[in-house]
């Protein structure tokens, strides 16, 4: 009994040490203020944190504090020492041991960074608060007694790509890095970079006696001399420029010169000649690192020795698939991959990917999916990681996912319900916040738990399978859409709306027919629009126009464009008889991979200019179908729809032909392509009447050749209506 009421003391013992004592370190009402102290001899970059300090407590109090600049602390009042310590082992420090404070950084950045961090934890700024005044200020702030808080980050280049992260208070509230103010040199910009010299061609790759202008050759003596030169001149100009970007052009052209070939090259591995140049460079500038990709031309690690300063960016290009690496078949090749890298140089970072670039309004909730990868990430002692995101564009709830991802970039192991949580309720009514939390949590996690998976270029159909329920995505857009009176003047709820009533019309667009789809099926088998259609189109021009938002994804498609597309759909649609809705019919022709689901040409729904939704293509055959007569007896012509992306090498098609069986042509349409422009047409051919002498057999076929050209091509063809 006595060791029972021993161990209760104990418990209560150490909750009463949890709970520490507050004191005040201001109040307005009994004029406590501490003051700012920062060394005598402190330089710019110190004194500006000191300003920064106080700018911050003056959006907090509306009163700044005072700045002595001093050695020497006078012990009648309370002072927050602001201090620069390059030999402490954590980035900064936070703490409180008697009646002052002192907030310490590794760097100066690292100093601002505990600045707001000290902000974050002790008063009651958010960072919502920096662009508008605060509404209503604080008059006295207590802290605890005593407290002491060190961080580092988990990776020490941390860019979520996201515009919210082109704000520099951002990056200073949320500790991000930028390429913009870091890289000299970034992506595939050699070739920028060397227009402004009149070159010879020995800069050029030699794939047998051709010298090839879309790719470099990096033994080349001249290709080194200028991108040296521009090495040093914007590294002397700003020293903040301490990273560049070394890469081949974005094509598997390989130089394979005599001295290319010589230290390493092979036909098909540029690397050798690739970090032959790295090391020259890093060289010459050991101040600065230099880093290419594992990507396409650069495959494996060379056999010479890397210098300590370069590094490789490992892209997931390839691999992401809206589920935890760990969790696929990838896996293993990926950890090869980053361990061979480890092994050669000191700094392997990641490029990953956090948006469907198809379609930038798709939610695509990775939240839970890119803090599980981090984790591997930095097991496997990755240094760095860039995120990239919708960059300037909108993408729904980016901002959302720039803090959460900003936040787990520091620390993976962040409660994220509880961010999502937070951030919602920093940003609106308690209802909304409670509306918008509750969905995204449940979409992030039915987007982790999917083993299903959805690449960063797909269309809704794929989207719909991995996690966006229509059913639950319905009944949340009609309770979103009662908020929407009292927020119409809310830019950032308005761009919500925007995404979210286009999600909706592509789910439609989708279904086709039936409750989540656009329309109905009467029974004279002619289609009905439902009014919503015309509602929703009408709130998404609305909804962007007011939100400044005008296209929706990589390729710059415009929102008025797809608004004007899916009006000219449902214009046509309506009232049109459909005798061949989900009939069945046979695929003669070999189909492509990926595209083997055929009941996309007979389900109702349609395609726009986005070939990854409701589209089949045809690359590998042309398309031939078997159909039954008595289907579509009542029918007088076939209406087809087809698609023309050149930049994706999808053209109409040459011609249409009606055969019998045994292949003799009854009817047959040639198709002239007259333009390259992207577009969608519908093109009809009409059935053999009764008096003609070729009649329709009871068993047909509809063959649908491909555009005749040299090279490879494809087919895309949508709804088949027999009309």
């Not at 126009?545 to 929706?552: E, I, Q, V, W």
């Amino acid at each position: 009994m006595f060791k029972k009421y021993i161990y209760i003391l104990i418990i209560f013992l150490s909750l009463s040490s949890c709970a520490q004592n507050k004191v005040t370190l201001f109040s307005k009402e009994q004029k406590i203020a501490p003051k700012l102290n920062i060394p005598l001899a402190a330089g710019i970059l110190v004194t500006k944190a000191a300003d920064e300090f106080n700018k911050n407590f003056k959006i907090v109090t509306g009163e700044p504090l005072k700045i002595e600049r001093s050695n020497s602390l006078n012990k009648n009042y309370n002072y927050i020492l602001l201090r620069i310590n390059p030999t402490q082992k954590d980035n900064f420090c936070i703490y409180k041991r008697d009646r002052n404070i002192t907030i310490q950084g590794a760097t100066a950045q690292d100093l601002l960074y505990a600045i707001d961090d000290f902000f974050k934890r002790y008063t009651s700024l958010s960072f919502y608060e920096f662009n508008k005044s605060k509404d209503t200020l604080d008059s006295q702030i207590e802290i605890p007694e005593r407290f002491n808080v060190c961080s580092s980050p988990k990776f020490e280049y941390r860019e979520p790509y996201y515009s919210s992260n082109f704000d520099p208070k951002f990056r200073a509230w949320y500790k991000t890095s930028h390429l913009e103010l870091e890289w000299g040199i970034w992506g595939h910009n050699l070739p920028k970079i060397l227009k402004k010299y009149n070159l010879d061609e020995s800069i050029y790759a030699k794939v047998g006696n051709k010298r090839i202008k879309s790719q470099l050759c990096f033994t080349s003596d001249t290709l080194f001399k200028y991108v040296n030169k521009s090495v040093k001149n914007t590294y002397d100009s700003d020293h903040a420029f301490n990273k560049y970007m070394i890469l081949p052009n974005d094509n598997n052209i390989v130089c394979t010169c005599n001295t290319c070939k010589a230290v390493g090259n092979s036909n098909k591995d540029a690397a050798p000649a690739v970090f032959t140049f790295l090391n020259k460079l890093a060289k010459q500038n050991k101040k600065a690192s230099f880093f290419t990709t594992a990507y396409v031309s650069v495959k494996d690690v060379p056999r010479f020795k890397a210098e300590s300063n370069t590094g490789v960016f490992y892209s997931t290009i390839d691999i992401q698939k809206g589920i935890p690496l760990e969790n696929t078949k990838d896996y293993t090749k990926f950890e090869a991959a980053i361990k061979k890298w480890k092994k050669y140089v000191n700094n392997v970072y990641i490029w990953d990917y956090t948006v469907n670039y198809d379609n930038y309004f798709d939610i695509f909730p990775i939240l839970k999916v890119t803090q599980q990868n981090l984790k591997l990430y930095k097991n496997l002692g990755i240094n760095g990681v860039f995120l990239h995101g919708s960059e300037y564009d909108y993408s729904t709830f980016q901002d959302l996912k720039a803090i959460v991802f900003a936040k787990l970039l520091w620390n993976p192991d962040v409660d994220v319900d509880k961010e999502i949580e937070k951030y919602f309720d920093n940003k609106y009514s308690n209802k909304l916040a409670s509306v918008l939390t509750n969905y995204y949590s449940f979409v992030d996690n039915a987007f982790y738990t999917s083993k299903r998976k959805l690449g960063i270029y797909s269309g809704i159909n794929k989207t719909v399978r991995k996690y966006l329920d229509p059913k639950v995505f319905f009944e949340f857009y009609n309770e979103f859409d009662t908020h929407t009176q009292t927020n119409k003047f809310d830019k950032d709820y308005l761009k919500i709306a925007t995404a979210l009533t286009f999600l909706k019309l592509e789910i439609m667009r989708d279904y086709g027919f039936g409750v989540y789809g656009y329309g109905t099926l009467n029974k004279n088998q002619e289609v009905i629009v439902k009014n919503e259609a015309a509602t929703l189109l009408d709130n998404l021009t609305t909804y962007s126009k007011s939100a400044n938002l005008k296209t929706y994804n990589e390729r710059a498609y415009k929102i008025e464009d797809y608004i004007k597309s899916w009006r000219k759909a449902i214009y046509k649609f309506h009232k049109r008889k459909n005798y061949f809705y989900k009939k069945p019919f046979e695929i003669l022709s070999e189909m492509d991979e990926d595209y083997t689901d055929k009941k996309v040409l007979n389900n109702g729904a349609f395609g726009l200019n986005d070939y990854n939704t409701n589209w089949h293509i045809s690359s590998v055959d042309d398309l031939v179908l078997k159909i039954e007569k008595k289907h579509i007896a009542k029918s007088k012509k076939i209406i087809f729809s087809f698609l023309q992306d050149t930049k994706h090498k999808i053209y109409y098609p040459s011609s249409i032909e009606i055969m019998d069986k045994n292949y003799k042509v009854i009817k047959k349409l040639k198709i002239n392509s007259v333009t390259n422009a992207l577009e969608s047409k519908e093109i009809s051919i009409e059935l053999p009447k009764k008096f003609d002498d070729k009649q329709l057999p009871n068993n047909f076929i509809v063959r649908i050749n491909k555009h005749i050209m040299n090279g490879k091509n494809a087919l895309a063809c949508d709804e088949i209506i027999f009309n």
